[in-house]
Each structure stands twice: as C-alpha cells, then as structure tokens.
C-alpha cells in the first residue's frame, strides 16, 4: 500500500532545501538596519559609539555575503551543518554589536529572537536548541558586559538594574517560547504537506487503475480488424500452400498465434469493458472490491445489514469513484491489521444517507489518541508495545488520514469510536469506524442524468 511506503521527510532533508541566496537577502536587510541605527545613533542623538569596531562587525558580514555571492552558484542550496554557521555567526556578530552598544540597555537586544526564531523554522532540533543555547548565554554575558552608552555631555545613558534584569528574563522566555512556537506550527504545517502529498499520490494510483481498464478495452477493440485480417489471410495462406509442408507449416504457426492473440484480447477486453460499465455498481459490490486485497490475510470479513427492513435487492447504486473504494480500503485494511478474527461490516441506507460501519474485535483505539486519529503521522492504536502480529510495517496513522481525507472529499463524514465487549451479534468490539454520506452524494438515481457509455461492441475474430 501507498501510506506503507510514505513517511515525512527529515529535518535535516528540508534543511538542506534552503538556498544560500535567501541567507544572503536576509542578511543584507540586517545589515542595512544595524547600518541605520548606528547612523541614526551617532549622527542625530549624538550618542558616542566605538564606531570602528562596529563598521568593522558590520564590514565583516558585508564581506562574507560578498564572498557568498562571488563564490557560490546563485542556487546552491545550504545543507544543515553550513545552515547553522550562517545563522550562529549572525548570531554572534550581533551579540557583538551589543556588547559595543550597551549590551541589555540598548533596546534593539530583543533582536536576538531573529536567529534562534529562523533555526526553529528551518533547521533541525539538535541547531535550534544550539542556538537556542547560545542566544541565552550572550544575553546574560551582556547583562554583565558591555561597553556603556555615553551621550554627547559624556553622560552615560544607563536603565535600574531592576529593569535590565527584567529584560534578561523576558528575552529569555520569548527565546524559549518563540523558538517552541515556530517550531510546533512548522511541524504541523511540514505533516500536513506530506500527508496531502501521499493522499494525492494515493488517489493518483487509484485513478490511474481506473483509467487503465478503459485503455485496455480501447487497444482491445482498435486491435481486433488487424488480427482478424491476419487470421483470415494466414488461413488463405494454409489451404494454398497445402502441396508445400514447410511453408504451411510456417502459415498454420502464424493462424495459431492470431487465435493466441484474440484469446488474450478477448479476456482483456472483458475485463476493460466491465469497469466501463461499472462506474456505477451496487454499494456491495464496491464494498466488495475496496475489502477485496485482504480477504486472504488470516481474517474473516463479513458483511452485514443492521435492520432486517433492508435487502441488497434494494441496495442503491453508487458511483465508483477512486477516492471512496481507496478511503474504503484503506480503513478495511486498518481493521485487518488489528482485529483478532474478524472484521464486520454493516451498510444502512435510507433515503436520505448511506451509512457503513467498520468494526473489528481487536483492542481499539488508544483512548487519549481518539481525538486526533485522523491527523497524519500519529501511532494509531497501541502505545509503543511490540506487537508480533502487526504487519511488516510502522504504522504511521498516514493510511487513516488518507482515508479520512479522500472520503471527507466525497462527501461523507467519518467517526472513529471504541466499541465495549457486548452482546450485539457475540461479537467482542474493538475500533469502530462509522462513514456516512448524504444519499445524493453517491446514489446515480439522485442524479439529474447519467452520461451514456455507448454501445458495447463485441471483438469478432
């Protein structure tokens, strides 16, 4: 299955995506504001700055992204060792503007967000929490050392130490909280993606399946005048070539392998005109087809009504869309995966929904992860205990989102429930998965008009 083989990327892979040339715009707009408030600094407050050491900070950053820029392709792209020195030396040579500017007393050291802010969105744990580690120790070390801000009389601009210590504790919760932020909404947005990467993938596949049986009656069809023409000269061939065994023998070879070949095509275009005219079908039948790849894996499968009213005489006639037999199949195989024996699947319909309710009678669900099954990336049932009987893979919970997503696209709203060891039916209930869709959403007799197939021509040889 597709949501098997899928898991999310790396952060050290998406690390690696960053292109040195967003660094380097983002380091021209430091450099251009560190420029400006030294500017603005010295020449209309007046304020006396080591305005050599500071040019020399700055000129060292002008001087690196010009050696970037001269040096390196203009889409080289960074990888995560290279990543955290860029972003640890901004990070320094800001801490340095500060000490030459009066450390937690000048009001731009809230500026040491930025670096740790873009680690927590770019690169992995182990470079934030460095840099995390490293924004923390320059602002105590500047709470302590700096050079002082002396104004134009030789007054030195100082806040109470009350405050400076104020600063030293906001600018390290906002580190912590900002990087812990940055760095939560970065990973769902980053789950998210490659969940609706392999849904797409997934529904891709299954389109592709479906399209397939329509190629196939097509070369079946467009296929059958050459043969037939083949088959009637070879035969003509036979009868005139009967006074010359070793080419007849050649020409009854031929007629032989035109019957192989309409054999093949015959079947193939079988099975192709069927999921032609199988776009719309019987709600059990697609249910069939989506449970259909596990029925031979050690567990019963059985289907069943939940009222005594219904009969599959009367069952509605669903279209058969990719999306709903893939969703189907893949809580079907969820349910496999984890039942002890069986899995039971009851269908309701009435005239207004369509209702089927998968229930196995394995352990269900973990109860504190019953409000995010669904989410991409998440353990679906048990909690980190070896379970021998569990398939060749990790569960991921990706198979559940894809599920969930490509239903919720047909229109149908899905509930994810524990059932209880009762007495419904003697059956022992483990997970229980409920997909209800509003009747007019998959039923053809609720639609305005159903588009002609045409005629079925048959493949004479």
Not at 97 to 121: C, D, E, K, R, W
Not at 172 to 194: G, K, N
Request: with cysteine; hydrophobic share 45%; proline share 5%.
């Amino acid at each position: 299955m597709t949501q098997a083989t899928v898991k999310p990327l790396g952060e050290r892979t998406r690390a690696n995506w960053i292109r040195l040339r967003t660094m380097i715009v983002l380091r021209w707009v430091a450099i251009a504001g560190q420029l400006t408030a030294i500017t603005v600094a010295d020449r209309i407050f007046g304020l006396h700055l080591e305005l050599g050491l500071c040019y020399l900070a700055i000129g060292v950053s002008v001087i690196g992204n010009l050696v970037a820029i001269l040096v390196f392709p203009e889409n080289k792209r960074l990888s995560e060792y290279e990543n955290l020195l860029m972003v640890m030396f901004d990070l320094l040579q800001l801490g340095f503007l500060l000490f030459l500017t009066g450390g937690l007393h000048n009001p731009f050291s809230l500026l040491l967000l930025g670096p740790v802010t873009i680690s927590a969105t770019a690169l992995s744990l182990r470079s934030t929490i460095v840099l995390c580690g490293t924004a923390m120790a320059l602002a105590t070390l500047l709470a302590f050392f700096h050079l002082p801000l002396l104004t134009e009389d030789g007054g030195m601009m100082r806040i109470p130490q009350v405050f400076v210590f104020g600063n030293w504790v906001a600018l390290v919760i906002a580190i912590l909280f900002s990087t812990s932020y940055s760095r939560r909404v970065t990973t769902e947005i980053h789950s998210m993606s490659d969940a609706l990467t392999a849904t797409q993938m997934a529904l891709a596949r299954e389109q592709k399946l479906t399209d397939l049986g329509g190629v196939v009656a097509a070369a079946a069809h467009e296929l059958g005048t050459p043969l037939a023409t083949i088959k009637l000269a070879s035969v003509e061939l036979l009868n005139d070539l009967r006074d010359q065994p070793d080419l007849a023998e050649d020409a009854a070879l031929i007629r032989d392998q035109a019957d192989r070949c309409r054999d093949i095509l015959r079947d193939m275009g079988r099975a192709g005109k069927d999921d032609l005219h199988m776009r719309f079908a019987p709600l059990m039948a697609v249910l069939e087809e989506a449970a259909e790849p596990h029925r031979m894996r050690g567990k019963s499968i059985e289907f069943t009504f939940d009222s005594s009213d219904l009969s599959p005489l009367d069952q509605p006639e669903i279209a058969r869309k990719p999306e709903v037999i893939h969703g189907l199949r893949n809580l079907i195989q969820n349910a496999v995966d984890f039942a002890k024996t069986t899995v039971w699947i009851d269908v309701t319909w009435t005239d207004t929904q369509i209702s089927v309710r998968i229930v196995d009678d394995g352990s269900g669900f973990a109860p504190h992860l019953l409000g995010r099954i669904g989410d991409p990336f998440v353990r679906r049932r048990r909690n980190a205990q070896p379970q021998p009987e569990r398939p060749g893979y990790e569960g991921m919970g990706l198979g559940l989102f894809i599920a969930k997503t490509l239903l919720e696209r047909s229109g149908a709203e899905l509930t994810f429930a524990n059932g209880s060891e009762g007495t419904r039916a003697d059956r022992q209930l483990g997970a229980v998965v409920e997909v209800v869709w509003p009747r007019q959403q998959l039923d053809s007799q609720n639609r305005d008009a159903r588009q002609p197939l045409g005629r079925n021509e048959p493949i004479n040889i």
